[in-house]
Every structure is written in structure tokens, then in C-alpha cells.
């Protein structure tokens, strides 16, 4: 089973990634990383600290001359704003004079954030010890791992690619694209990721607008990966059911709230005869669809068509106009904490979605096909296709 673990603070030293499980003898450089890396930092939207940051990748371990030897893979990202909060975030113990140089504490949770369930729940009387690590900066170690498993998919000629489909009630029209590439290309062209150019231009209004109120607005994305084979993922069991798994690793983004399959909550009004994807055969291809309503996945195994996965992020919670809310200290009623903040995130959350999918379905393309090597993995994977072609 291919795993991951990530550890690292919005303003600490740096973000941290291990990977465990990865095949030997994959080629892997940085570049593979550092270009997932820049796309989750781009987008329309997005605060000042992205002016701060350019996140680079090291790769310190399961990495030599440039392909894995089968070792945990260990990435860092270093945090550039950490040089302005050395005494706030250290790990070394303050003196009380110290203690009063540091900024203040935060005691109003906002509406929205992790801040107050955390700081009960952990019982920080400080919500930065909530909100440094509930910080979306995390996504920027996620994205690694999700970029080592793009990779992963690559190899075997799975490609991820994907889109945003609304922003503030602003909905991409009619979008229709050749092939993966087409949408990869198209959407990277645009500043919202958005294919319908009309639409990405009302986003970008809204943007601006949300942001002149003191305002964050959210939005629908979606994921697309091809070239998968028939059988990923299990029935048998619940937690191998692989759209589950793609589910969770959905709603686990910071502010999603909400996944789909396929024409997902669409299919509640629509009778079996139009949401079914019919079934068909021939000799070059094997078995496929006519539709692909159902987003790739029947009986939590994927049947060959597209996974396609849409994921609902709600309006950042960090408000520029705050929101009412409590001092932990005093008990009276104040308005929120304000911190640096995006206005919408909505095109960079669709970078991490991809990412975090990828790392679901590469994780159970290692288990179906062996992990060992990359070699053997090729042999088995077509081999298998050859059998379902043929079955
Ligand atoms: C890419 C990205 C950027 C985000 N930027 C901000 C931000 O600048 N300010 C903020 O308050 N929340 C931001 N969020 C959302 C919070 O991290 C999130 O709402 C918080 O961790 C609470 O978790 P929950 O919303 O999943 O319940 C961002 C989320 C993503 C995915
Ligand atoms: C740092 C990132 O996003 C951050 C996510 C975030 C939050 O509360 O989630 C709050 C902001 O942090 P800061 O106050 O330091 O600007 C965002 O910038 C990033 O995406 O790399």
C-alpha cells in the first residue's frame, strides 16, 4: 500500500512530505514536483503571501541519479515567510521577555476556521497553535505527494487533468473539449482554470467584487483522469472501494464540502435508463461506454472510462469584514480575528484536488499491479489489459 504523511506549520520552517511504497526505478527530478508546485500557487485570487512563497521542492531521501530505489521518498518545501516569524514559531522555549516582544495571542475564533474546535479540543488558550497547522499551507506538502503519484501514473500512461466549473454562483457554460491534453492546455491558459473564457471573465468580476466587500466567495472544480484501467479499487471490501477513497481524499481539502461521481447529486431525478452507462465491445478496445454518467466507477472498481470527480469548496472563512464572534478570554462578543488572507482559492484548490485523487489512484494502481518494480508494474498492467480486452 502506498501511503503518505505530512507535517509542517503555515509560518514554521518548512513542509514535509514521506512517501512510502513507491515502485524502484521510477524516474523522478524535481521539475516533475516544482511545476505542480507553481500551479497550486497560481490562480486568481489569492493573497499576498503567494508573492512571498516560491515554493521549491528538496528531494532528501528514496532518490538517487534521478530515479526512486523503492526507499520512503522524503520531501521539503521551505516556508520563505518563516525569516519574519522566527520568535512567533520557534521551537525553542521563550523567556518571559521574549514572551512579551511576540505578537499577541489570538482569542476570537473565526467563523468557519478550525480555530475554536481546535483550541477546545486541544486546549490552546493560543489559536495560532490551531491555525498553523489548519492552514491550507499544507496542501503545499500534499501537492508533492500528489505530484510523485502523477508521475506514478504517467509511467503507465494515466493522465490527470482538470477544470473549474463555477465561482460565486458564476457557472462555466456548455464546456466541451477534445482530449485530456486539450483541457490540460486550456485550462492552464486561464487565470480561473476555467475553459468558457466568457464565464472566467464574470469569475474574475466576482473575485474582484468579493474582495472590494471584504467578502470570499467558493466554487465547483473538477478532476478528469484517463487512460485508466478496468478494475482499480475493490466491492469486496468497503474501505477499498476506490470512489470512497477518492471521496474522502476530497472532502479532506481545506473548505470542501462536497464531492461528486460522475452526474453525482443530478442522478436523484433521473430514471435508471438515462443514468446507466451502456455497455459495448469490440475487438481493438475491449469493453466501453456509450455514456459515462457514472464517472468511471461501478461497484467502487473503475470500468475504464474517465474518472470524473467534481468537489464544492465554500467561501474562504478568513473575512476582511468580519463576522461576529467571541473572545475566548473576555466572553464578550467581538468581531473575528482578521489574518492575511485569500479572497477565493477556488482555481489553486483545483490543482490540490487533482493532486490528492492522483495519489488515491496510484496508490491503487500499486496494489492491483505489484510495487516493487516499474518494470514488473508494466508487464503486469499489460497483461491484465490484454485479459480484459479479451474477457
Ligand atoms: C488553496 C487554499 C487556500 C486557502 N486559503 C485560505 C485563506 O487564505 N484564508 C482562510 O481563512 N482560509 C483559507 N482556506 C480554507 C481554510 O484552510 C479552511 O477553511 C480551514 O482549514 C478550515 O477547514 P474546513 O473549511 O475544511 O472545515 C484555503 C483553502 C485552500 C484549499
Ligand atoms: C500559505 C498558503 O495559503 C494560506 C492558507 C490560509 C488558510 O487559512 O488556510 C491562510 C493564508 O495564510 P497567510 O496568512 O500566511 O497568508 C493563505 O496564504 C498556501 O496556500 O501556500
Known sequence: MMRYLTAGESHGPQQTTIIEGLPANMELVKEDINKELKRRQGGYGRGRRMQIEKDQVQIVSGVRHGKTTGAPVALVVENDDFKHWTKIMGAEPLSEEEEKEVKRKISRPRPGHADLNGAIKYGHRDMRNVLERSSARETTARVCAGA?????????GIEVGGQVLE??????DNV?????????????????????????????KAIDDAKKEGDSIGGVVQTVITGVPIGLGSHVQYDRKLDARIARSVVSINAFKGVE??????????????????????????????????????????NGMPIVVQGVMKPIPTLYKPLQSVDIETKEPFAASIERSDSCAVPAASVVMENVIAFEVASALLETFGADRVEAIAKNLEEHNRWAREF
Open 148 to 156: 510523485v503519484a502523477k508521475k506514478v501514473l504517467k509511467t503507465f
Open 176 to 204: 466541451t473539449y477534445n482530449d485530456i491534453h486539450d483541457l490540460q492546455e486550456r485550462s492552464e491558459n486561464s487565470p480561473v482554470r476555467c475553459l468558457d473564457e466568457e464565464a472566467a471573465e464574470q469569475m474574475m
Open 261 to 302: 461521481i460522475g452526474i453525482g447529486f443530478d442522478a436523484a431525478s433521473m430514471p435508471g435508463s438515462q443514468v446507466h452507462d451502456e455497455i459495448t465491445w469490440d475487438k481493438e478496445s475491449g469493453y466501453a461506454r456509450k455514456t459515462n454518467n457514472l464517472g468511471g466507477f461501478e461497484g467502487g472498481m473503475t
Open 167 to 172: 465561482i460565486g454562483g458564476i457557472k462555466a
